[in-house]
């Protein structure tokens, strides 16, 4: 049996994300270990995302979150050695006449937050985006600073780089038991640490069972389409039809999707496109929004997990209240690797310090679950 000062279970962007802030804490310096069975990432959801970061939540600690996030991305470059390609046109979120009422409540929290977020009725929406149509639209939300997407496997990579650099160890296992201070790997290995954390993302459940723990966390599938079209539209944000469909250019093309049909999101199906879903529910959407989307082509396509808290949808993190030993990070439902700086920083706070100084992350911890008190978040997209 091996011993390490942390172990970290999960090495995608949120493991590694916490890894490096731990490393580059000049009062740490113990050892760490990072767990991921998967060192090609071919499944892993850091990279198979959207790559997406927003203000417009519902929860103020995820607008805190995501702020700390754009301004970690910003400083790239200076931080980790790579630049992300941030692009911020921001995010357009389109509500009908049914959805109004929940967008100006979230509008009222986010203006509330110091947020630059304008409401625009369809004639305003239609002067500011003249190649879109406002059929059946009643109010859109648009972010108008700190919004926008970068290059979310190039993140990934760049935290696991940094954090070997500083001498955090990557091992290729998988943990298949886990006590107060120790976990079990496949290959037989065993190795003590003072904490372990749980960042596997969509499986962060599973592994959370194997200590008899109930984590609400489990993979959904979400396809993603690239498409083409003969003209494009101009200036588009990434925008959220009031259908649930959203889009954003990538590169000369676009991306789309949106989540499955009600009843048709089971947990863990196989990681396949759902190539259906492009013919009756996204493109239908896409063309009726954008006429210019009508004679969209689709070039290519991948599928990947949301590490869903069925719960709700909101991230774990901070320790568990009976074993102390053990921190989440996971749960994050499609926002997290915009999220992975800020909770990576505060999970290293909490490692080193016994408290969060930068973000109080409190209220996103395990007690929730255990006492039934959801923080719903309502943008989930």
């Not at 400083?75 to 050695?81: F, H, I, S, V």
């Not at 943990?175 to 372990?196: D, F, Q």
């Not at 889009?247 to 990681?271: H, T, V």
């Not at 909490?350 to 006492?371: A, M, P």
Request: contains cysteine; negative net charge.
């Amino acid at each position: 049996m091996s011993a390490r000062d942390v172990v970290i279970v999960g090495g995608g962007v949120m493991g590694s994300s916490i890894a490096w802030h731990l490393k580059s804490d000049p009062n740490f310096s113990g050892g760490v270990v990072v767990v991921e069975r998967d060192p090609t990432y071919a499944r892993a959801s850091s990279a198979l995302s959207a790559s997406s970061i927003r203000q417009q939540f519902s929860t103020p600690l995820n607008i805190h979150l995501s702020r700390y996030g754009i301004g970690f991305l910003r400083r790239a470059p200076e931080l980790l050695g790579v630049d992300l390609g941030l692009k911020e046109p921001g995010y357009l979120f389109l509500a009908s006449r049914a959805g109004e009422a929940v967008l100006r409540a979230n509008n009222a929290i986010q203006r509330a937050e110091n947020c630059s977020i304008e409401l625009l009725d369809p004639p305003a929406l239609a002067a500011r985006f003249p190649w879109m149509s406002t059929e059946g639209i009643t109010l859109a939300s648009h972010g108008t600073a700190n919004e926008g997407w970068f290059d979310g496997p190039a993140l990934m990579q760049a935290f696991r780089r940094k954090a070997r650099e500083l001498g955090a160890e990557y091992i290729a296992d998988e943990v298949v038991g886990l006590a107060p201070n120790a976990v079990t790997l496949r290959s037989g290995a065993k190795i003590e640490a003072g904490t372990i954390v749980i960042a596997a993302g969509p499986w962060s459940g599973q592994v959370a069972a194997l200590a008899g723990i109930d984590l609400p966390v489990e993979p959904r599938r979400r396809s993603v389409f690239v498409f083409d079209v003969r003209e494009p539209p101009g200036l588009t944000p990434l925008t959220i039809d009031a259908s649930g469909v959203w889009f954003r250019p990538e590169g000369r093309f676009y991306i789309g999707g949106g989540s499955p049909a009600e009843g048709n999101d089971p947990p863990e199906p196989p990681l396949e496109v759902q190539h259906a879903e492009w013919d009756e529910t996204v493109w239908p959407a896409l063309a009726a929004r954008v006429p210019a989307f009508e004679a969209a082509k689709v070039v290519n396509s991948w599928a990947g997990y949301y590490e869903y808290n069925t719960f709700d949808q909101n991230g774990v993190v901070g320790r568990h209240p009976q074993m102390e030993s053990l921190i989440f990070a996971t749960g994050f439902s499609g926002h997290g690797i915009q999220q992975s700086p800020a909770v990576g920083r505060a999970v290293a706070e909490l490692i080193v310090h016994g408290n969060y100084r930068t973000l109080d992350l409190l209220s996103f911890g395990y007690e929730r679950i255990s006492t039934g008190r959801p923080i719903r978040e309502l943008n989930v997209v």
